[in-house]
């Protein structure tokens, strides 16, 4: 085995999140603590605040909260003098916070380490819309000058639905199925924004957004935390008998400017950190068992299933059809509800996906009839920016690999 | 030793509102086919100039850098403290030491443009110079100036070499006489009596500048292939003919306002254009501009070259369109934002 | 449950983060404009691609090399991909298609659409915007035109 990976080397014995949703009676403050609370809340066999000897906080601060520095987790979660690392990746902060910590623990410089996300959304009007008219949408710098207001994030994405459709012949409609598929099991989470159901009909006549996208492909605009603890393997035992182990990490990024980009297709970031996290894993595709995947928008999903290897290039709409993403199918895809229906704070989400691993490899998910059935490894993904800047994938399994 | 056009573009906006549709919408009537053009919400008297300016260079085929002066003539600058055509400039790709001249506050700064820039020929200061007549009128609604009031623009590249028509001569004759306003306050144009301003104005200095022309030159009406006008009005054209002792065969292949409108300072511009697409070698264009008692006669030759350069560009725009309604007209002109409140 | 609808035009979308000034008078602004105002590319002498927008200093993103020869991009090409946004900031009249357009010499750019009406989402018969389709690029003012104009490149359905 190369000595260049962190398999096996680190595990999640703590987890813990709040109901995602419109939160504005809670504070900034308010979420992460409660999160974080939970989070300790759900370590088998306890531990002590003080045992926690690093923090990565993933905020992306993307309608300028002003959150952006580690003081403010030392202050709201009574963790002075420790190291605490503020992540931004776009929407893939919460995986990179993760990844990082990760990396902090294998490389033995820690024992055990937290990682928290939070992302309050709503204290501003717009939310993430008005990004369309602020700096922060500089994250687009040379083609926004270009254009004055920037493209979007529905646009974004939604060139890439476009492309797909024109060349493999995917439908609207296949796009509808994937957000049937997120409220049908969001329906069921009682983590998740939005628990109601949908049809295919109610998603093709919802009013549109930014063609091929109308309303119900595009995930919410949501509040949210999400905390987890990381420790070296060979203690996890200390915390709980049922640790969860990272076996694989994958980050890679691509060009911010639209028209630097090669293929519209593909979210290439996902498939070249998709490549890396599987043979750090030592897996492929087919041996994993479910997935939480980026739906910012239900394109992006649909294409994932492509770039992550669940079905080949172009046959999508085939694993759609077919409701291979539903637990049952082939490989069931954001039983959390995923970002369309659990909610998308965007550095909060990717925390939260590792809890949902965490909850499902150890046969605890919440809500009936969410269980994936002999769940052993598990894929968590964020896809980052207007459009795939980046992509940030993790890996993790109920027992070593 | 003769200057000329080496090149000419023009550019029409995509969209037209009819007359009579216009005419409908204020509850009265307009049975003529005539339409006029509709600038799209994101157009302005820059862009407008600036396509216009492309295509002349591209007609001409010299090397942009060889322009020594833009010369932009228009009543609608964006701006009134940044010139036009600095703004213009920085669309074409010219030296940074080529001179900008805005020529405003008439549709006849168009001409004016024109004669400067031969001025700056003759005299050797520049070799190319580049001249633009843009503008985007809109008329108070309801008011009879926003009948015709309507946008365009056209580009003349000038010079001494490989000319496609040698301007021969130029008489121009101004007096106080103004008949068309607008004050730095008032959003919309103003005009008085339509009769005064007919006769007294249009006929008056038209027929004055073009008898002038011809005097100086020696030539004598059927001397000319065609006559082309400013055209604020579609029945003026016809009334100074008859005066000048044109018929109308000569003046009907300039009658652009049919479909265009009443496009300010590229009118009379945009006549000459649709005239040079048709001209053959050696024929003789009379060009009179008008606008406040004040008018430019010019007497163009088409040359041999003007073959070899043989382009249809008029009819290319012309045929491109698409009719909107007049709400859309209103939408796209931004009346509504030019309204107080 | 209600689900919220993001609505763009709404009291606290500011209309001018900018504030009223002119293009030229804001760095940013006034850096981009032979990218914008002449759609001027740099074409890498290593591995031939066209980088744009341009900038000093540049690193092609192709290859990494760092020495360029300065283009004009062709203002002719084809529609790679595009959506049809329907919501628009203030001023700006929708609904308008964003467009990746490659050039017929090999660029690629980004460009709101004009002089059409994408109103007939997607690909039916009669929607005047499809992938591959030849389109060309003209100079607009881009956003809302009030109170300055900002200028740059849009796309429009290539004029026969």
């Known amino acids: 085995m190369s000595e260049r990976t962190i398999r096996n080397k680190v595990a999640v014995v703590g987890a813990g999140t709040i109901p995602f949703g419109e939160l504005y009676d809670k504070s900034f403050e308010d979420m992460m603590s409660e999160a974080y609370l939970n989070c300790l809340e759900s370590v088998d066999k306890g531990i002590d605040p003080k045992e926690i000897e690093a923090c990565w906080y993933a905020n992306a601060d993307i309608v300028w909260q002003r959150h952006s520095t580690g003081a403010k987790v030392a202050e709201t979660l009574g963790l002075t003098g420790i190291p605490i690392t503020r992540v931004e990746n776009a929407c893939a902060t919460g995986s990179d916070a993760f990844r990082n910590a990760c990396f902090a623990v294998a490389a033995g410089l820690y024992d055990v380490a937290l990682v928290v996300g939070c992302e309050k959304m709503l204290d501003t009007p717009g939310g993430l819309i008005g990004m369309v008219d602020l700096p922060a949408s500089i994250e687009y710098p040379q083609p926004r000058f270009f254009n004055m207001f920037a493209v979007t994030m529905p646009s974004a994405f939604g060139l890439y639905g476009t492309r797909h459709m024109h060349v493999y012949g995917t439908e609207r409609k296949h796009f509808a199925m994937v957000s049937v598929k997120s409220h049908h099991y969001g329906a069921k989470n009682p983590y998740s924004h939005f628990r109601r159901e949908i049809t295919v009909d109610d998603v093709l006549n919802a009013p549109i957004i930014s063609w091929p996208l109308g309303l119900y492909d595009c995930c919410p605009i949501t509040d949210g935390a999400a905390a987890v603890i990381v420790c070296k393997s060979d203690i996890a035992k200390k915390y709980t008998d049922s640790p969860v182990y990272v076996l694989g990490s994958g980050l890679a990024s691509q060009p911010v400017c639209l028209n630097l980009r090669r293929d519209f297709t593909t979210m290439e970031p996902a498939v070249w950190a998709a490549r890396q996290a599987y043979e750090m894993a030592g897996v492929g595709p087919e041996d994993i068992d479910f997935a939480e995947l980026h739906d910012c928008f239900s394109c992006t999903e649909l294409i994932q299933y492509e770039d992550l290897g669940f079905c080949k290039k172009g046959e999508a709409k085939t694993f759609v059809e077919n409701q291979e993403m539903y637990i049952g199918g082939k490989t069931p895809c954001n039983i959390s509800g995923g970002l369309k229906s659990h909610g998308h704070p965007i550095a909060a989400t990717g925390v939260a996906q590792i809890v949902e691993l965490f909850w499902q490899l150890r046969n605890e998910a919440p809500g009936k009839g969410r269980q994936v059935p002999n769940a052993e490894i598990g894929l968590q993904q964020n896809i980052g920016g207007a459009g795939p800047q980046v992509s940030c994938i993790n890996v993790l399994a109920n027992k070593k690999m | ?341 | ?160």
């Not at chain 2, 006029?36 to 862009?47: A, L, M, N």
């Not at chain 3, 900018?18 to 602004?29: E, K, L, S």
């Not at chain 3, 591995?47 to 341009?54: E, L």
């Open chain 3, 1 to 160: 449950m209600l689900t919220i609808i993001p609505i763009c035009v709404s009291i606290g979308y500011s209309k001018s983060y900018r504030g009223d000034c002119m293009a030229t008078a804001f760095p940013p602004y006034w850096r981009a404009i032979p990218g914008m105002h002449r759609l001027v590319g740099q074409k890498c002498k290593k591995c031939g691609k066209v980088n744009f927008p341009p900038r000093k200093n540049m690193i092609c993103t192709y290859c990494g090399a760092t020495e360029f020869d300065e283009v004009h991009i062709s203002r002719r090409g084809k529609i790679v991909t595009y959506v049809v946004a329907s919501r628009m900031p203030p001023g700006v009249i929708g609904p308008e298609a964003f467009a990746i357009i490659d050039t017929d010499d090999g660029a690629r750019v980004s460009a709101w659409s004009t002089d059409c009406f994408p109103k007939d989402y997607g690909a039916k018969e009669g929607s005047p915007i499809k992938c591959d389709m030849p389109v060309e690029l003209v100079i607009r003012v881009i956003g809302n035109p009030t109170p300055t104009p900002f200028y740059g490149f849009k796309f429009r359905p290539i004029m026969e």
């Open chain 2, 1 to 341: 030793m003769t200057i000329g056009i080496v090149g000419y573009g023009v550019y029409i906006p995509w969209c037209r509102v009819k007359l009579s549709d216009l005419a409908e919408a204020w509850g009265e009537k307009f049975p003529f086919p005539v339409e006029k053009t509709v600038p799209f919400w994101d157009e302005d008297t820059i862009t407008m100039a600036a396509e216009a300016a492309q295509n002349a260079i591209n007609h001409a085929g010299i090397d942009e850098t060889e322009i020594g002066a833009i010369y932009f003539g228009t009543t609608t600058n964006p701006f009134l403290e940044i010139q036009g055509s600095s703004i213009l400039k920085t669309m074409i790709e010219v030296k940074t030491d080529t001179l900008t001249v805005d020529l405003t506050d008439s549709a006849r700064s168009s001409t004016l443009s024109m004669i400067a820039c031969m001025d700056a020929i003759r005299s050797g200061s520049i070799k190319y110079g580049l001249v633009v007549g843009s503008d985007m009128l809109v008329g108070k609604p309801g008011s009879d100036l926003e009948y015709l009031a309507s946008s365009g623009a056209c580009a003349l590249v000038m010079g001494r070499e490989n000319l496609i028509a040698e301007v021969e001569g130029v008489a121009s004759y101004g007096t106080e006489f103004s008949g068309r306003w607008r004050s730095e306050t008032q959003t919309f144009p103003r005009m008085t009596m339509e009769r005064f301003v007919r006769e007294q104005g249009y006929i008056h200095h038209v027929v004055t500048a073009g008898t002038k022309l011809m005097e100086k030159l020696e030539k004598k009406p059927d001397d000319f292939k065609y006559a082309v006008f400013s055209q604020p009005d579609l029945t003026y054209p016809t009334l100074v003919a008859r005066r000048l002792g044109l018929t109308m065969d000569q003046i009907n292949p300039g009658m652009i306002g049919m479909s265009v409108g009443y496009t300010g300072s590229s009118s009379v511009l945009l006549a000459l254009a649709t005239v040079l697409d048709k001209a053959k070698p050696r024929e003789r264009i009379m060009m009179i501009s008008y606008d406040n008692g004040g008018s430019d006669a010019f007497s163009i030759l088409t040359t041999e070259n003007i073959e070899a350069k043989r382009q249809n560009i008029v009819e290319k725009y012309l045929k491109r369109k698409t009719y909107v309604d007049y709400n859309t007209y209103l939408r796209f002109n931004r009346v509504f934002e030019k309204l107080p409140g």
